[in-house]
């Protein structure tokens, strides 16, 4: 079941690791990134960042691995494959090891352009 919410869930989805590399993603992410998921498997977060918004999410990044805050959300752009920026709402949660290390981050990619524009 829970294999079947992640791939068609109606926001992009993924996890990444805390290298910022696509662990795994969804469909909806690839569509909106305009990349396959063994491509974006190939990425890093940071690539698909537009360069405005990429020091606001490693800070708040930074903040989740040293605990100071469970999760966050912002409005960025990220940068699709054909070079279009596009508008999204991102949520990321930090999932640790049973020892308490930083292990992936889960996040959500909602697909705000349209009303951003």
């Avoid at 919410?5 to 569509?31: M, Q």
């Avoid at 903040?63 to 959300?73: F, K, P, V």
Wanted: aromatic share 12%.
């Amino acid at each position: 079941m829970f294999e079947k919410t992640f791939h068609f869930c109606p926001v992009g989805l993924a996890h990444v690791s805390v290298d910022g590399s696509f662990i795994r993603v969804n469909k909806r992410l690839c569509d909106f990134l305009g990349y396959s998921d063994e491509e974006l498997a190939t990425l890093t977060f940071q690539e698909l960042t537009a360069s405005d918004y990429l020091d606001e999410d490693l800070s708040y990044l930074e903040r989740l691995m040293a605990g100071d805050i469970d999760d966050y959300a912002i409005e960025k752009r990220y940068v699709r494959r054909d070079g279009e920026q596009v508008w999204a709402k991102l949520t990321v949660s930090l999932v640790r090891d049973q020892r308490g290390n930083p292990d992936y981050f889960i996040s959500i990619v909602e697909d705000i352009d349209e009303k951003k524009r």
